[in-house]
């Protein structure tokens, strides 16, 4: 389960070449690791991405800053300039803090059913079952204490930390990640009502995951009714989303936490969606949609654009006399109406 | 793990007569599977009962479809009509396509402590725990990495799907299907602040779960804090649920995904409850009353009635207006009033 | 994972003189239990604490009630009189109903990787996985199923209740108690947007738990992206929250279920939080700010204050008209407003 650690020391100059970016300042500083802007050392590479934080450059002691070149003249430390500072972070934090390399193996403590496939190179590690019929592709790791059911499908390089649930058929891409507690195929939520009881309707589709897709930890994805539930190539998930039977998240959109999607949905893509936000059943969201936090989603929208609903918090005694107000206004006015 | 399968295959004439649905079309096409209006394939039985798809019906290829005597005449393909064509066609589904039957037994890797009692019939399956005095009815199935706690007693017929959570004393009905994730039985959050810091309020309560209940993935079930929280008869609960100490949930009601709902509220009977609701504690939600998706409960509810709370998503310049000009008028109103 | 029983019986006499309570009635009446005002039995001791449910008083069978001086005349039955009732009640709960001790011992089935610390006073319990140089303090119980990556470190006396996941570097505090299905140390979410893809910023910050933190089940605690989120002494979590990375939670906080705090948020000591809300990311919640269950929180808020947000459910067709109204409204104003 071990997941990143970081070794190696590299001059600035290096890095810059590696990255792409423009270096002024002594080139042979040495870094091996990330910092931010109000913690990091001499040793640290750190950025300036968000301009909430830009304060902070004038007092940073690390290594070296990945920023813009419109914000580079401040820094008092050495920088890398680039067009793109917070991806350029990114890769470079990468870089110096790699992701462990699988371990090939397979623990004594995992339950490994005849009939699967798993690659040599893949580490399956202690407490893991695997059903019949699944498998794997090269390089997979399948943390402590992961289900995996019967027939399913997961590309090579992924990786599910640990305590993931996979269930039956399900078709996970390649260089997936997926954090604990997440489950992939849980059957959706539907019930035919019949003389006040209700009778299951059996969810026998499934749920379809593409390439470099990342879920986070206890997010439940259901399986279709009939057809699939799907998520398209480089969608990113946040913690303890919902995504309901024959939802599609299209490519490259991210989700931020608890958000829920109702049942068949269609979200376009290169979205990008707010934490508790809930989008209710049957509607189509277009590509490059953006929704603030906690909005709730009743129709259809159309992209490129932003939305945002509800009213945010205010001091108690003021909310309640809006509330009041608003309630008296508008029977008034339907009154009012009314008799016109 | 292995959920459902589909082999068999059936004439129209047979399905017609085992479901009572009147046959219009050959009676003896064969089907073996189901599939939805846009894409079932001959041998497959489909559905009309959302108005919505209504549009699909003129170009589907499925061998039959489950419709209403009003929409059926419209149908290209054999129909196989009924009074409540869902539910007609939830059971024909099931029927095609069933829950895999038990497959007695138990995993070597399994822990059962001594003192439990487990019919032979049962299907115990790899790592799962459980715990001293517990008892299983006939025929149930603990999928894989299951705990079930000590004295916990679970109804026959019941199936945990695998990762499931059930704490000590823990009572659950027949038939019940529980998916993974699951938490039931959890403590209660309760704390009482003497002077600035939160002492725990022991929750020694139970979670009594009826027949025939579903509870969805990562859905969380809290213990009473002295008295149980109770889940009754037919009630179905979708994923990432929270129902906190004391609630009580009143026979055949369905909660949608993300609800919480708090302490000692009391829900009645037949209530339909969207996602993302939020109920806060010490209500009372009469029977057969409605709460659609996202909407704030404060107060108690009459029943029957739906239910509808929260501004929804507009676009975010309009939106943020919208809120400036409701704070500034109620602002001006209640100076209005306090002049007066 | 046994939780709490009873056993033994004491006079109302020495429970009134080891919790400092004034006894009126009968001082050798036994009790060995707790109970409710409306179901407890004359072994039990009650009490009452919120007026909701003071009409219970007259009618109760309990053997004495914790309760306050100016309610304690209208109670029937013997009264254990306290200034702070509902924390007498508490711990005199705690003593008649006492956690189990932990029984020392690590079960056959754990994988407990060389390398790591475990004191004999541990109890570790079936399915349980504990990786390379983690660090146990003594009585630390850690229940099945729960994975424990490397080098994490758990204070004295804590509780993993079970199926609790708890990451690479974690530092839990001491009397911890953590419920099932709990994620502690999963990754932040975090992707730079470049040229239409997501790059993932590596999470290599740490999660931090103070002492005396109880964090409920299916709560998921990111791992910051450079420094570490931070739930200081005595934050109570409920279950289901989702706390985002480089989050703080001051000392004393409560938070209840299903509620989300975004990236970099900082909430303050002392602050008591409902369920669902949704806090933004970077955001300032001083000291003793009360936020209501449901609100939506867009900006740093002062304390001491109580916050509300959202318009509370109504019946449907009353809420329909009030949106509608309150859109034409607000257009017609603006409008207005652009014409003089």
Same mark, same amino acid.
């Given at each position: 389960?071990?997941?990143?650690?970081?070794?190696?020391?590299?001059?600035?100059?290096?890095?810059? %070449? #590696?990255?792409?970016?423009?270096? $002024?300042?002594?080139? %042979?500083?040495?870094?091996?690791?990330?910092?931010?802007?109000?913690?990091?050392?001499? $040793?640290?590479?750190?950025?300036?991405?968000?301009?909430?934080?830009?304060?902070?450059?004038?007092? *940073?002691?690390?290594?070296?800053?990945?920023?813009?070149?419109?914000?580079?003249? #401040?820094?008092?430390?050495?920088?890398?300039?680039?067009?793109?500072?917070?991806?350029?972070?990114? /890769?470079?934090?990468?870089?110096?803090? !790699?992701?462990?390399? !699988?371990?090939?193996?397979?623990?004594?403590?995992?339950?490994?059913?005849?009939?699967?496939?798993?690659?040599?190179?893949?580490?399956?590690?202690?407490?893991? =079952?695997?059903?019949?019929?699944?498998?794997?592709?090269?390089?997979?790791?399948?943390?402590?204490?992961?289900?995996?059911?019967?027939?399913?499908?997961?590309?090579?390089?992924? #990786?599910?930390?640990?305590?993931?649930?996979?269930?039956? $058929?399900?078709?996970?891409?390649?260089?997936?990640?997926?954090?604990?507690?997440?489950?992939?195929?849980?059957?959706?939520?539907?019930?035919?009502?019949?003389?006040? /009881?209700? &009778?299951?309707?059996?969810?026998?589709? $499934?749920?379809?995951?593409?390439?470099?897709?990342? &879920?986070?930890?206890?997010?439940?994805?259901? #399986?279709?009714?009939?057809?699939?539930? +799907? +998520?398209?190539?480089?969608?990113?998930?946040?913690?303890? &989303?919902? +995504?309901?039977?024959?939802?599609?998240?299209?490519?490259? *959109?991210?989700?931020?936490?608890?958000?829920?999607?109702?049942?068949?949905?269609? &979200?376009?893509?290169?979205?990008?969606?707010?934490?508790?936000?809930?989008?209710?059943?049957?509607?189509?969201?277009? %590509?490059?949609?953006?929704?603030?936090?906690?909005?709730?989603?009743?129709?259809?929208?159309?992209?490129?654009?932003?939305?945002?609903?509800?009213?945010?918090?205010?001091?108690?005694?003021?909310?309640?006399?809006?509330? =009041?107000?608003?309630?008296?206004?508008?029977? /008034?006015?339907?009154?009012?109406?009314?008799?016109?």
């Amino acid at each position: 389960m071990t997941m990143r650690s970081q070794h190696q020391s590299y001059t600035l100059a290096d890095i810059a %070449d #590696r990255f792409g970016c423009l270096l $002024n300042g002594s080139s %042979d500083i040495l870094v091996n690791t990330v910092g931010t802007l109000e913690n990091g050392t001499p $040793n640290a590479i750190s950025f300036l991405a968000n301009p909430l934080y830009r304060k902070q450059l004038s007092s *940073t002691r690390a290594g070296a800053v990945v920023i813009s070149s419109d914000e580079a003249a #401040r820094c008092p430390v050495p920088t890398l300039v680039s067009e793109n500072a917070y991806a350029a972070y990114a /890769r470079i934090a990468d870089f110096l803090c !790699p992701q462990n390399a !699988p371990q090939p193996g397979v623990h004594t403590t995992a339950v490994v059913v005849e009939g699967s496939e798993i690659p040599k190179s893949c580490q399956i590690e202690a407490n893991v =079952v695997v059903g019949e019929g699944s498998h794997l592709g090269d390089g997979v790791v399948i943390g402590p204490g992961c289900l995996i059911g019967t027939n399913v499908r997961i590309g090579k390089g992924s #990786r599910l930390v640990g305590h993931v649930t996979v269930l039956d $058929n399900v078709v996970i891409g390649k260089r997936a990640l997926i954090h604990p507690g997440a489950v992939l195929g849980s059957d959706g939520f539907g019930f035919a009502l019949d003389n006040g /009881r209700w &009778i299951k309707v059996p969810q026998i589709g $499934n749920v379809i995951i593409g390439d470099d897709v990342e &879920i986070g930890a206890n997010t439940t994805i259901d #399986r279709g009714t009939i057809d699939d539930t +799907i +998520i398209e190539n480089g969608v990113k998930l946040d913690n303890q &989303i919902q +995504i309901a039977h024959n939802v599609q998240v299209g490519e490259h *959109t991210v989700i931020a936490g608890l958000t829920g999607v109702a049942g068949s949905t269609k &979200i376009g893509k290169c979205c990008v969606i707010g934490g508790s936000v809930g989008i209710i059943g049957h509607l189509n969201i277009d %590509d490059e949609v953006k929704i603030n936090a906690c909005s709730l989603i009743t129709k259809s929208l159309k992209g490129p654009g932003t939305y945002s609903g509800g009213l945010p918090a205010e001091e108690v005694s003021r909310w309640r006399k809006q509330v =009041v107000f608003f309630r008296k206004l508008a029977k /008034r006015k339907s009154k009012k109406k009314t008799e016109d």
